[in-house]
Nanobody, 127 residues
Framework: QVQLVESGGGSVQAGGYLRLSCDAS????????LAWFRQAPGKEREGVAR????????????GQGRFAISKDPTSKDSAKATLFLEMTSLSPEDTGMYYC????????????????WGQGTQVTVSL
């Protein structure tokens, strides 16, 4: 059973930094595409960054140059992984609930259907 548990959200001032973590279990390390999405109040959920089964990353324009997605390379358990999202130069527009998502397969796009979701972690950026 795939489980995704996010952590690391919080309240920061504009220009600040946060690192989100997603503990993923029940997945094959290289057989899933992992991604971060976010949803601001009153807005649709949007993709933020993704990490595919080949280790390639991609970002939405909103986070390009400010966000960095990575996956823990030291996990010895092939069914577990930790996905990170480092966010710098945060602005109030980055406020929202951030979700970790997983999809079987080596590649994915933000518009693809992701089968597994975490419960989310709240990020609030104030001026």
């Amino acid at each position: 059973q795939v489980q995704l548990v996010e952590s690391g959200g919080g309240s920061v001032q504009a220009g600040g930094y946060l690192r989100l973590s997603c503990d993923a279990s029940g997945i094959a390390r290289s057989g899933y595409c992992l991604a971060w999405f976010r949803q601001a109040p009153g807005k649709e959920r949007e993709g933020v960054a993704r990490y595919n089964g080949f280790g390639r990353t991609a970002y939405a324009a909103s986070g390009q140059g400010r966000f960095a997605i990575s996956k823990d390379p030291t996990s010895k358990d092939s069914a577990k992984a930790t996905l990170f999202l480092e966010m710098t130069s945060l602005s109030p527009e980055d406020t929202g609930m951030y979700y970790c998502a997983a999809r079987p397969g080596l590649t994915c796009g933000f518009r693809d259907e992701f089968a597994y979701w975490g419960q989310g972690t709240q990020v609030t950026v104030s001026l």
